[in-house]
């Protein structure tokens, strides 16, 4: 298996007034081509910034990031944005739909930005909703969908640009156990298919689903455990 | 880049269309203003248009002279008091003045002209000389104009207007056929083709142009005179000095004394337009800037709500990697195409005002006026939407991901 990321030493310190916030403190970690990834720890402990981290949303305080061999602590804005839409897929815990677009619509949107003609946009955006199993919701808005659903279309978005790696934080979080378990199955199924995937969530019984299990305290890897 | 353009316009108009009544509320300034510069615009170009067509009666290089200033300045009772002018003035004036072509001298009065029951009232007569032909626009449609035999024999032939030729004669041809200035017999032997308004004021087609010398014996031997002096083209201000200079010397003036004469140009005439005409355009000019200001100050308000609003979108965008300059692009589009929105209706308001304006002052909307207004609209939207779109384009994407 092949190197997709490597952190090493990464910091990410906040200043909140006064204080300094070690969200993240000398974390060092190797990620590889089709991993599934569980990410855990108590609140706060600095998940959500690591997920951000090696998102490209974040950059770090300190440290080395590399992604497939490029150095993502050195990039500019604009390679920022570019890998975040080529490589990268985003699932949030409040899905991060845009209300006024039709389920379509929002999967086509990633595609937009990579400049993409748009009647290959909509074949792929349809595809990706075939792939989560929403074929025939593709016309409804997002408030005509339930938690579940939502959820399912912003996988779909996150799959559309064929990315290097999915990053779901607390994917299930807002959605009820039966919702979740559709959740798992697809995220579950998009692995089989040789997808790279790290999910941060708070549900040991979720967390099972993957092969790899990093525990966060206090900004530090305090556990990376190996289950498969 | 073009087919961001397009993406980026799709957004706008969803987000527009999306707040229809609010974004057209705040387009209301920018269509006002846009309403107000094109108005002006047309108004200004039609004004221009018939005061060109009618100045055209007054030749550049033709003087009026008369007892009176035409746009005043002097004491009512020092103008009434000066002298008459006098036929013999014209001769004299055609023989002393190197730069004078001809002088036609001008007696006019009001009278009703009629043919057996039919009649026109108000109608302008004139009392002059074959000369006047050249001082003026006199197109002879049918006919001819009255001769220098007819000057000097006082015969009763009269040249009338359009407006008399149809009134009394409808279809016939009125040439030969007798008529009644008040309650004198004279025999039409021309007609003046169709003239117009001069500046929307008084028509030139209700005149009756008939012999001085008849003028005077049945008329008026004493009525004002005026002198219509037509001047070498090429030289009109010296030949002005002349004029007066000779005019001077006809009415033996000492050098301290004043003119007790005027000498009218179409100057004058151009000076007193100008005045209204830049007037009309600052008032426009200072309700334009002022509505555009407004409008625009409004719009960069809408923008930063909007901006506020839709900060979990901007998130969004720039998670799934829209760049900077791509969110810029898109709130700045918006705000572009709100404002050429309200450009556009203004635009369509005035195009129907123009309308009604052209029943009053033959008028179009100039194309380089609709040209102005989208280049206005495009500038107030960018300079109005270019701070809230800047903020939307650094927000930062995991705190606008956050916002609640
Ligand atoms: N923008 C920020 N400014 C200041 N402190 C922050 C910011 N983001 C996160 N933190 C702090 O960093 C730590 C880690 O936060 P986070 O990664 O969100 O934790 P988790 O997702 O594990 O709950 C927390 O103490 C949090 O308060
Ligand atoms: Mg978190």
């Known amino acids: 298996m092949s190197t997709l990321i490597s952190l090493k030493n990464i910091r990410k310190i906040y200043t909140v007034g006064l204080e300094k916030v070690h969200a993240l403190d000398g974390v060092d970690l190797t990620i590889n081509h089709n991993e599934y990834i569980s990410v855990m720890g108590p609140s706060g402990s600095g998940k959500s910034t690591l997920m951000n981290m090696i998102g490209c949303l974040d950059t770090p305080t300190s440290g080395q990031y590399e992604f497939e061999g490029e150095l993502v602590h050195k990039m500019d804005d604009n390679q920022l944005a570019s890998i975040r839409n080529r490589k990268i897929g985003f699932v949030f815990q409040t899905f991060n739909l845009l209300p006024k677009l039709t389920a379509l619509h929002n999967v086509e949107l990633p595609l937009i930005y990579a400049n993409v003609i748009r009647k290959e946009r909509l074949k792929k955006a349809r595809e990706a ?3 989560v199993g929403l074929q025939d919701r593709m016309h409804h808005r997002p408030n005509e969908l339930s938690g579940g659903q939502r959820q399912r279309v912003a996988i779909a978005r996150a799959l559309v640009t064929n990315p290097a790696i999915i990053l779901a934080d607390e994917p299930t979080g807002n959605l009820d156990s039966k919702s979740g378990d559709e959740i798992m199955q697809v995220l579950d199924s ?39 | ?23 057209l509320l ?5 269509v006002i203003g846009i309403l107000s510069v094109t108005l002006m615009g047309t108004l200004i170009s039609g004004l221009d248009q018939s005061f060109e067509k009618s100045m055209s009666f007054l030749g550049r290089d033709v003087f009026f002279l008369s007892r009176f200033e035409w746009f005043g300045g002097q004491e009512w009772w020092e103008v009434r008091n000066r002298p008459k002018f006098k036929l013999d003035y014209v001769d004299k004036l055609k023989e002393q003045g190197k730069r004078i072509e001809t002088v036609a001298p001008v007696m006019e009065r ?14 302008r007569i004139f009392g002059t000389t074959p000369e006047y032909q050249r001082t003026t626009v006199v197109n002879i449609k049918h006919g001819r104009f009255i001769t220098e035999g007819e000057v000097r024999s006082g015969s009763r032939h009269a040249v009338i207007g359009w407006d008399i030729a149809d009134g009394l004669f409808g279809n016939e041809n009125p040439i030969g056929k007798d008529i009644k200035l008040g309650n004198h017999r004279f025999t039409v032997i021309g007609v003046v083709e169709k003239q117009g308004k001069f500046l929307g004021l008084f028509s030139l087609d209700n005149q009756v142009v008939i012999p001085i010398g008849t003028y005077q014996r049945l008329f008026a031997r004493r009525g004002w005179m005026r002198m219509n002096v037509k001047v070498d083209a090429d030289h009109v201000n010296e030949a002005e000095d002349e004029v007066r200079g000779i005019m001077r010397r006809l009415r033996g003036l000492h050098p301290q004394e004043k003119d007790n004469f005027a000498i009218n140009r179409q100057e004058a005439f151009r000076k007193q337009y100008n005045m209204i005409k830049y007037a009309i355009g600052g008032t426009g000019i200072f309700i334009t800037v ?6 625009g100050i409004g719009i960069m308000n809408i923008m930063f709500v909007s901006v506020k609003e839709r900060t979990r979108e901007i998130g969004v965008r720039k998670a799934i990697g829209a760049t900077r300059n791509m969110i810029l692009g898109q709130f700045l589009l918006e705000a572009v195409l709100i404002c050429v929105l309200g450009g556009a209706i203004g635009m369509g308001l005035a195009w129907g005002a123009s309308f009604f304006i052209d029943k009053f002052i033959p008028s179009t909307m100039p194309v380089w ?36």
């Not at chain 1, 941060?200 to 455990?225: C, M, P, Q, W």
């Not at chain 2, 009001?110 to 109608?123: H, I, M, P, Q, T």
């Not at chain 2, 779109?389 to 606008?400: D, G, L, R, T």
């Open chain 2, 26 to 30: 705040t387009a209301l300034g920018i």
């Open chain 1, 129 to 131: 909703l075939e792939k």
């Open chain 1, 190 to 228: 998009l692995f089989e298919l040789g997808n790279t995937i790290i999910l941060v969530t708070h549900e040991e019984y979720i967390a099972k689903h993957a092969h790899r299990t990093i525990n966060l305290f206090d900004g530090k890897i305090s556990k990376d455990t190996r289950t498969k």
């Open chain 2, 1 to 23: 880049m073009i087919r961001l353009l397009l993406e980026n316009f799709q957004i706008a108009v969803t987000a527009i269309v999306g707040g229809k009544i609010r974004a």
């Open chain 2, 290 to 295: 002022l509505s555009l200001l407004v409008g």
């Open chain 2, 110 to 123: 009001g009278l009703d002209v009629s043919r057996g029951e039919e009649s026109v009232v108000g109608v």
């Open chain 2, 369 to 404: 006026l609709a040209i102005i207004s989208v280049s206005l609209s495009v500038v107030v939207g960018v300079i109005a939407g270019l701070i809230p779109s800047y903020k939307a384009a650094n927000m930062n994407p995991i705190e606008a991901l956050r916002y609640e």
